[in-house]
C-alpha cells in the first residue's frame, strides 16, 4: 500500500486550511438524509468547507446506506466536504469502515480502555486506517458523558487531557486530537459549560501545529464560548444538538399535521437555518472560495 500522505487526504485538506486561517469548520452529526441534504445546502449557500459525521450507529442502522449518501453529496458538491466516523469504538468496526466504506477520516475512540491499552489499539488501528487512506482522530483524556449514538462512555468518569498525554497521542500518528478540557458530551445542565481554557491553551502549544485540534461537546454553546474555542486553536468543530434543535421541535410539533414529503422538506429548512448560523459564528461562511 502507499505511504500515507495527509495532504491528499480531504478532511485533511479541510482542516488545514481552517487552522492556517482561523476559522472553525462544523462538523454535524448525521441520522438521515434530511440532514445530509440540509448540511450540504448550508455549506454550499455560505460558501463554507464541511465535515459531515456518522456515529458507528448509522452503519449498522442502514447498512451503511447513510454513508454512502453522505459521500455521493459530498463528491457532488461545490464546496469541500468530508465525512468523518465519529466515536468509533469498536476495532471490527474501524477496521471495515476503512476498507469497505467512503471515510475521509474515522475517530479511533479507545478512551474505554486504561491509558496503555488505549495507546496501544490507536497506534495500531491508526497505522491500518493510514495504509488506506483515512485520517484519524482520538481523544486524549476522556470527555465526559454520552449522546444518542455512542452511549458506550457515557457511566464513565471524564478525564481531563494533560500535557502528557498529548505527546503520547501524537506519537501515536494521530492527525487530528480532541482534548477535554472542561467540555463535555450531552448536557451542561442550568450553570452552561464551564471550559479550562488556560488547558486549551497549553495543549495547543504542545501540539505545535503537529496535529489539528478538535473541540467536542457543543451542546448549547453561546456564540462568545464558541469563538473562544476557534481563537483557542479548535479548528474542527462537533455539532450535534447545536444545529439539530430546531429539527427536533419541528419532529414533535409541525411534522405530525404534515405529509410526509412536505415534513421531510420542512425539517431540511429548519436543518439548515441553524447550520447556516453556526456557519457565521465559526467564521468559515465563505472560506471555502478562498485557496
Given at each position: ?110 478512551s474505554h480502555y486504561e ?102 461537546g457543543t451542546n448549547d ?71
Amino acid at each position: 500500500m502507499a505511504a500515507w500522505d495527509p495532504t491528499k487526504n480531504k478532511t485533511y485538506q479541510i482542516l488545514k486550511h481552517a487552522e492556517d486561517h482561523g476559522y472553525g469548520v462544523l462538523a454535524p452529526i448525521a441520522y438521515n438524509i434530511e440532514h445530509v441534504l440540509a448540511f450540504v445546502q448550508a455549506a454550499e449557500a455560505k460558501r463554507s468547507p464541511l465535515i459531515i459525521q456518522v456515529f458507528p450507529w448509522a452503519i449498522t442502522f442502514s447498512s451503511g446506506l447513510l454513508v454512502i449518501a453522505a459521500a455521493h453529496a459530498a463528491r457532488n458538491a461545490s464546496v469541500p466536504v468530508a465525512v468523518h466516523l465519529d466515536h468509533a469504538q469498536d476495532e471490527a468496526m474501524i477496521r471495515h469502515a476503512a476498507d469497505a466504506l467512503p471515510f475521509d477520516s474515522i475517530m479511533v475512540d479507545m478512551s474505554h480502555y486504561e491509558m496503555e491499552e488505549n495507546l496501544a489499539k490507536t497506534a495500531e488501528l491508526v497505522k491500518y486506517c493510514h495504509e488506506r487512506g483515512v485520517a484519524t482522530e482520538a481523544e486524549p483524556g476522556r470527555i465526559e458523558g454520552g449522546e444518542d449514538g455512542i452511549a458506550d462512555t457515557e457511566d464513565l468518569e471524564g478525564k481531563l487531557t494533560t500535557e502528557e498525554q498529548v505527546e503520547d497521542f501524537v506519537a501515536t500518528g494521530i492527525d487530528f486530537l480532541a482534548p477535554a478540557f472542561g467540555n463535555v458530551h450531552g448536557e451542561y445542565g442550568p450553570r452552561g459549560p464551564e471550559l479550562q481554557f488556560d488547558r486549551l491553551q497549553r495543549i495547543r502549544e504542545k501540539v505545535n501545529g503537529r496535529v489539528r485540534v478538535v473541540l467536542h461537546g457543543t451542546n448549547d454553546f453561546p456564540e462568545p464560548i464558541m469563538r473562544r474555542c476557534i481563537a483557542g486553536g479548535v479548528s474542527k468543530v462537533n455539532v450535534n444538538k447545536l444545529v439539530l434543535d430546531d429539527y427536533l421541535i419541528h419532529l414533535q410539533t409541525t411534522a405530525p399535521k404534515l405529509n410526509l414529503t412536505t415534513s421531510m422538506e420542512q425539517g431540511v429548512k429548519a436543518v439548515r437555518k441553524l447550520m447556516e448560523r453556526q456557519m457565521d459564528v465559526c467564521k468559515s461562511t465563505g472560506m471555502a472560495d478562498r485557496a
